[in-house]
């Protein structure tokens, strides 16, 4: 290929060539055209253009690199894209790639494929669905788009070449589909409801193709679809009504390590029931996606680390495919030359007809490639998007980034000017040439002695399996006496109180013992008697304790996970994030403690030594929340212990069983007796006692803040007697804010809101409560909003698949009910989901004020359950004063895409925690580290580095290391 047949979207002409030029040259210059292409659809005047495109791409900000900036200079300046113009353009360059949303553009162009002798399939671009209504639309759009389009293909004079297969004529109209797109409420832990769900949207679709001899394709897309793509796919192709049309096909990514498997399985189902369906192998456009997000998730990497390794799959998957045609019609998605040079090779090799298979290639790319493969009488289909052009702009943006990924063969034979040999490298060698491996994170996070326990990947079987028993199992054991432990004894009380599911208040998990300040005295003098030997234990022992803890909660994690999803009313996915955060904090607690022990030079001066370090605090009380059951009452226990302490624990009133499964942990983990007791009961008696007592040395308390300011105030009061000043770890509420602005991408911020704000029912202290739109997409997101709350899943917490269960007790459904009712003297109530009519649950149907004023109570106080309060802002100054109006300041976010506003949230939101463009709960320890200020606490940040120095007292000693004049060296 000579310059002169370079594809267009690489020619050196026009804007599209320049900037693309300039992209490949400049990383980030690339980040910054991506990141201003991706938010151009959103913006809504020209004003609004000139600004981003300043705030992206204005030369003093955007530190271009010399060349570039020589090249804008000479280029004049960003005037290219400067004003009211730059949407037009950017349109015209989109359509480079996609189709428009006209019926009669869409026939044109396919029509003019069809003539140059390209077969077609159709996709329908959009944004992402995040609620049913969505879905609904998305089929709706399908069938239209095949009512509009189908008759008159069908009446196209002459066959076009690559539909006519060696065995005969294949559907001219194909369609590509993307099973995400059909159902909003994909949840890992209950795959057989989105099964259920997208089979009945796919049915109409199926049926209209059958009647219109239309030919249906699966896209392949996130790995976490994968597997319900392909159980999918083998549901509906076997119903008696589709067995046998329409035609169907599907797309496998050969970068996957488990490709291999999932296509003989694919092709022995197709074999066994004699249909023909079409693979498309391709290598897969989630690379990065994929890679990052596993790494996120301490989950193995599903993809093949190098692109070699991928290459060379590809080309063994293709070689099963061609041994196959018996089965299976093969379909080759690349443009990569040496994949499609290895295919027809083997194809000739096995002496197949080279029309027995197909190449698919983008529509607006490698146009000389496929005017190759055309001239050596192969058979090509075009992949066409079509939707608007300007909100396709985020498929677009992922075109633009395959372009000039590094890795790209287009990338390199028409940009980078590669050479041939090198471009035909066989990948095996590649792949031998590359080892080793390269390390899984830039950060080299695996080298880190402390890392963080992976969520349960719920999309297994193996573990929905085990959550499953775990339920089971642990019913067989419910309403069991759970006595007080002191000293590592079994104390009995004459009071035991019933803890309840909130999702069947005639089902009790267990009793409580309800222990009083008699049972409190004596757990102090257990304490006070363990202490002095616990905390001369060597520090290191200390800490292989709470590794022990962390090693026993990870063997027990199903049974843990279970009893919070009876005992808090948790889900399946929350449940075991509360687990898992547990024995993060044992593990990170244990690794900060043996950091800690070694004593530190505070400064160096010849002939003395100065050493700091750390002694326990003594005797503390650990009081904790009911809303992460397991997870806060080990955190602030573990802590207290791994630092030398004793302590008495004080589970919620709601949570005890959790808090006598923790005890029995420590228990069986080896933590001598008396250094950990555990005192249930009533918080306002017995736990009140503690703190104020004159032997208590600190007092870790998580909860509300009205509990919490009395016990700042009783601590600081000093009685006789008292040997230490009490310190107090204070974590309290939150009215979390999170700020949409005018450009924010609406796709993130309708699920991310959604999350934050009705996760666990609302019940996490960092969950959002005051959401503030800027008034230029106001109406749109409140639609978006609204249709996704009442998408969500409302049920029992045991349920899989479950979003929204009871909130944690009657006298809390009470009180929020209230607040509900009340505040529609304040705001309007613009929303409220349906909820289980079960008197014997505990529901609060989730709710969304809009129009509430900063003065009123939904605005100002903490709610603590699934309560949404919005209000318009006019301008990002009113958002961010309205933001900060608040007595609390614990989470805040912001969904932007503008770089001035999303500093100015970093410099001027008050909160402990602040995340932007993503949900604002969920934190994790050592990533995280989680704690507010203001009314929401003493600034403390559990999960930090720093956190257990509140449970010690720093000691500094300072020797004089000399003796007459003489001071050994390495003093
Ligand atoms: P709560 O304040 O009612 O109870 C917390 C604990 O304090 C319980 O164990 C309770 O028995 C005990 N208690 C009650 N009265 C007491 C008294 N007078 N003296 C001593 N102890 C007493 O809170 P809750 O309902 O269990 O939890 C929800 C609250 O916790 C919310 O306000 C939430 O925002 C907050 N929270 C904050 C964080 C954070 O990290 N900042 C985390 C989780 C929960």
Request: glycine share 8%; charged share 20%.
């Amino acid at each position: 290929m000579d310059a002169a047949e370079l594809p267009s979207v690489f020619s050196k002409k026009g804007f599209y060539g320049a900037m693309m030029e300039w992209a490949m040259k400049d990383e980030h210059f690339k980040t910054q055209l991506f990141r201003f292409v991706d938010v151009l659809p959103a913006l809504a005047s020209s004003s609004e253009v000139a600004r981003h495109l300043q705030e992206y791409l204005g030369t003093e900000e955007a530190h271009l690199s010399p060349a570039l900036r020589m090249g804008l200079k000479a280029a004049g300046g960003a005037s290219w894209i400067v004003g009211a113009g730059v949407k037009s353009q950017v349109t015209a360059m989109a359509g480079t790639f996609l189709l428009g949303d006209q019926p009669k553009e869409i026939l044109r162009t396919l029509r003019q494929l069809h003539d140059q002798g390209l077969a077609f399939t159709v996709d329908i671009l959009g944004e992402a669905v995040v609620s049913e209504a969505e879905a609904e639309h998305y089929v709706r759009r399908y069938l239209d788009l095949m009512d509009a389009i189908g008759p008159e293909i069908a009446q196209w004079p002459h066959s076009c070449k690559s539909n006519e297969s060696s065995a005969g004529p294949v559907p001219p109209l194909n369609l590509s589909i993307k099973l995400s797109a059909l159902y909003s409420q994909v949840h890992p832990a209950d795959p057989d409801t989105a099964v259920e769900q997208i089979c009945g949207r796919l049915r109409p679709i199926l049926r209209q193709a059958a009647k219109l001899g239309a030919f249906i394709n699966f896209d392949m897309e996130s790995y976490a679809h994968k597997n319900l793509t392909l159980r999918v796919f083998q549901t509906i192709f076997a119903e008696p009504e589709f067995a046998r049309h329409p035609a169907c096909g599907l797309a496998m990514q050969a970068y996957l390590k488990d490709c291999e498997t999932d296509l003989r399985g694919l092709i022995s189902w197709a074999r066994e029931r004699s249909r023909r369906v079409t693979v498309r192998l391709v290598k897969g456009a989630y690379w990065d996606y994929e890679t990052i997000l596993s790494q996120q998730r301490h989950w193995p990497v599903p993809v093949f680390a190098r692109k070699p390794e991928s290459d060379a799959n590809f080309e063994k998957l293709s070689l099963l495919l061609l041994e196959n045609t018996t089965a299976v019609d093969a379909a080759f998605g690349t443009h990569n030359v040496r994949s499609i040079a290895y295919v027809l090779a083997q194809a000739d090799r096995l002496g197949l007809d080279r029309r027995a298979f197909e190449f698919q290639m983008l529509y607006g790319m490698a146009e000389p490639v496929k005017a190759a493969v055309l001239q050596l009488k192969c058979r090509v289909r075009d992949y066409c998007p079509v939707g608007e052009l300007l909100p396709g702009i985020a498929y677009f943006v992922r075109r633009l980034l395959e372009n000039t990924s590094n890795e790209g063969f287009l990338a390199n034979k028409f940009s980078k000017g590669v050479s041939r040999d090198e471009l035909l490298q066989d990948p095996r060698r590649l792949v031998v040439a590359a080892q080793p491996e390269p390390p899984r994170s830039a950060s080299g996070a695996e080298t880190r002695p402390f890392r963080n326990e992976p969520c349960t990947d719920f999309t297994l079987g193996l573990e929905r399996d085990r959550l499953r028993a775990a339920l089971v199992e642990l019913r067989r054991h419910l309403g069991r006496r759970h006595p007080l432990v002191i000293n590592h004894k079994p104390v009995q009380t004459r009071d035991w109180s019933p803890s309840l599911n909130p999702a069947n208040q005639n089902e009790i998990v267990g009793y409580a013992a309800q222990g009083t300040t008699v049972e409190a005295e004596a757990a102090l003098a257990a304490a006070r008697a363990a202490q002095p030997k616990w905390a001369r234990t060597k520090a290191g022992d200390r800490a292989a304790l709470l590794e022990r803890l962390a090693d026993l909660m990870r063997r027990d994690k199903a049974a843990l996970s279970a009893l919070a999803v009876l005992e808090a009313g948790k889900n399946w996915g929350e449940a075991d994030a509360d687990v898992a955060e547990a024995i993060d904090f044992c593990d990170f607690y244990a690794s900060i403690m043996r950091d800690l022990s070694r004593s530190r030079r505070t400064q160096w001066v010849p002939g003395e030594s100065n050493l700091q370090h750390w002694w326990p605090r003594g005797l503390g009380v650990v009081i904790a929340p009911w809303n992460f059951p397991l997870a806060i009452l080990t955190g602030m226990a573990s802590a207290a212990v791994v630092a030398g302490n004793a302590i008495i624990l004080k589970p919620s009133d709601q949570t005890p069983v959790i808090g006598a499964r923790l005890m029995d942990l420590f228990m069986e983990a080896g933590v001598p007796p008396g250094v950990v007791n555990l005192l249930t009961g009533p918080g306002r008696q017995i736990a009140a006692h503690l703190v104020a007592h004159p032997q208590i040395d600190f007092i870790a308390f998580t909860g509300s803040m009205e509990v919490g300011l009395k016990i700042w105030e009783t601590a600081g009061r000093t009685l006789a007697g008292q040997a230490n000043l009490k310190k107090v770890i204070c974590e309290m509420g939150g009215k979390n804010c999170l700020i949409v602005d005018s450009d924010a991408d609406l796709d993130e911020a309708v699920t991310g809101c959604v999350a934050s704000a009705f996760g666990y029912q609302g019940q996490k202290c960092s969950a959002l409560s005051r959401l503030i739109v800027l008034e230029d997409q106001y109406d749109k997101f409140i639609e978006r909003l609204i249709a996704a709350a009442g998408s969500l899943r409302i049920g029992p917490a045991e349920v899989p698949g479950t979003i929204i269960g009871p909130v944690i007790n009657r006298e809390a459904q009470q009180r929020i009910q209230a607040i509900i009712q009340a505040g529609q003297q304040e705001a309007r109530l613009a929303w409220q989901g349906i909820v289980p009519n079960d008197p014997a649950a505990c529901y609060v149907a989730p709710t969304i004020f809009t129009g509430v004023p900063a003065s009123s109570r939904l605005f100002r106080e903490e709610i603590f359950g699934p309560v949404l309060a919005v209000t318009k802002a006019r301008d990002f100054d009113e958002a961010l004063a309205l933001a900060n109006s608040s007595d609390f300041a614990l989470t805040g976010g912001c969904y932007s895409r503008s770089p001035v506003n999303i500093d100015r949230v970093k410099n001027e939101l008050a909160c402990g925690n602040l995340y932007i463009n993503r949900s604002i709960t969920g934190a994790v320890v050592e990533r995280q580290p989680f704690g507010g200020f203001k009314m929401s606490g003493g600034g403390t940040k559990a999960g930090g580095v720093e956190y257990l120095q509140n449970f010690m007292l720093p000691r500094v000693i300072t020797e004089n290391c000399l003796r007459r004049g003489f001071a050994p060296t390495d003093e």
